[in-house]
């Protein structure tokens, strides 16, 4: 049970949570932003006390039941119910390392979908496996170190390619808050893993905007289903996005498409048979 994290967490979606949300009346004399902590235990059917101490990080370790009423009082969605369960310990938690090792079958079905640039990230965002068009598309991942393929370090910490940070994505706002979120629900599952731990420690003293989102304690993302990368040969291509998770692994199979007979289609043909070429203009 990570109390000092729960308090937290809680003490944010309280924060954020307005009076008629819950269906209580707003009044003129708030002085603190959301609801009382007093109004989340009447809505849980607790103590007052005890959800003060959850907050304070001086609890035991709440029931399942209590941390469903809690969800219920603060309107979590699913992702957020899910958090405040493993952050309580009430939920199975991977304590060991997340797991880097890609399955041989997905490594066959990369090099099958030679009109889809398609990558296989960890629970950490390192790319840890692609095809010859997503190098193509973003660049080729082979020439660099695997710190270097972390996308989130890279949307955090760059370096910018040809003036653009992380090959010129049209949603690098919304990818950096995905990240974020990603991260925060990765260490929940992995407390114990030094690379984890490395990972937010460096984003969290190396970039400010990391650490005000962090701060913000989310952990659920809205989908991205297309984006656009501004590409130094072919200039813009605008893809489908589908995420397929690989749970077995906590690893997440990326797709980048493009409709048939589009621009983008046709750009992302051109970048196929370019290949390496096209890799050369990213490095």
């Not at 005890?50 to 979590?76: D, N």
């Not at 990603?182 to 969290?204: H, K």
Request: charge should be neutral; charged fraction near 25%.
């Amino acid at each position: 049970m990570d109390k000092q994290e729960l308090g937290s967490f809680l003490r944010s979606r309280r924060e954020r949570l307005r009076p008629r949300d819950a269906g209580l009346p707003s009044g003129p004399r708030r002085r603190t932003p959301g609801l009382r902590r007093e109004e989340v235990a009447v809505l849980a059917h607790i103590s007052t006390e005890y959800y003060v101490r959850l907050e304070q990080g001086r609890a035991p370790r709440p029931s399942g039941e209590v941390l469903a009423a809690i969800a219920g009082a603060l309107r979590l969605t699913d992702a957020e119910s899910d958090h405040l369960h493993l952050l309580a310990g009430t939920a199975p938690s991977r304590t060991g390392l997340h797991r880097r090792d890609v399955r041989p079958s997905i490594l066959a079905l990369l090099g099958r979908l030679p009109q889809t640039a398609a990558f296989v990230t960890s629970a950490t965002f390192e790319v840890l496996a692609w095809n010859d068009l997503a190098a193509a598309l973003m660049e080729d991942f082979a020439e660099l170190a695997p710190a270097g393929r972390n996308l989130a370090r890279r949307a955090f910490l760059g370096p910018a390619r040809h003036g653009a940070v992380l090959y010129g994505v049209s949603d690098l706002e919304e990818f950096r808050q995905h990240a974020v979120m990603g991260l925060r629900s990765t260490l929940a599952r992995y407390p114990s893993d030094p690379a984890v731990i490395d990972l937010v420690g460096e984003l969290r003293a190396r970039s400010a905007e990391f650490a005000r989102l962090w701060e913000r304690h989310d952990v659920q993302a809205a989908p991205t289903l297309t984006k656009t990368f501004r590409h130094p040969v072919v200039g813009e291509v605008t893809v489908d996005c589908d995420t397929l998770a690989l749970t077995d692994r906590d690893q997440h199979l990326v797709l980048y498409s493009a409709p048939q007979g589009s621009h983008s289609a046709e750009a992302l043909a051109l970048l196929n048979v370019l290949g390496a070429e096209a890799g050369d203009y990213l490095r």
